[in-house]
Nanobody, 119 residues
Framework: QVRLVESGGGLVQAGGSLRLSCAAS????????MGWYRQAPGKERELVAIISSGGSTNYADSVKARFTISRDNAKNTVYLQMNSPKPEDTAVYYC?????????????WGKGTLVTISS
């Protein structure tokens, strides 16, 4: 059974820092692209950052130069370092794991962790 468990959310002041973690189990972690998505109240879920199985990264324009995604394959964990967060970064943050295997897309989600940025 695949599980993605996010942690590290909470209340932080704007300009501070926060690190989210996502611990994965039940999958070959190193073969998956891992991503962080977020959903703010009344808005659609959006991509924040993604890291490929090979370590390449991509970011939403709104978080470039402030957030950093990284992974530790030995710990089956992906991280999102959030520096200088802004109130508009307030959202539920979700971890996602995705890969294509034998023409089949495998896609898994965590339950999310709430991040609140106060002004």
């Amino acid at each position: 059974q695949v599980r993605l468990v996010e942690s590290g959310g909470g209340l932080v002041q704007a300009g501070g820092s926060l690190r989210l973690s996502c611990a994965a189990s039940g999958l070959t972690f190193s073969s998956y692209a891992m991503g962080w998505y977020r959903q703010a109240p009344g808005k659609e879920r959006e991509l924040v950052a993604i890291i490929s199985s090979g370590g390449s990264t991509n970011y939403a324009d709104s978080v470039k130069a402030r957030f950093t995604i990284s992974r530790d394959n030995a710990k089956n964990t992906v991280y999102l370092q959030m520096n200088s967060p802004k109130p508009e970064d307030t959202a539920v943050y979700y971890c996602n794991g995705n890969r294509v295997l034998l023409s089949r897309t495998l896609d898994y989600w965590g339950k999310g962790t709430l991040v609140t940025i106060s002004s």
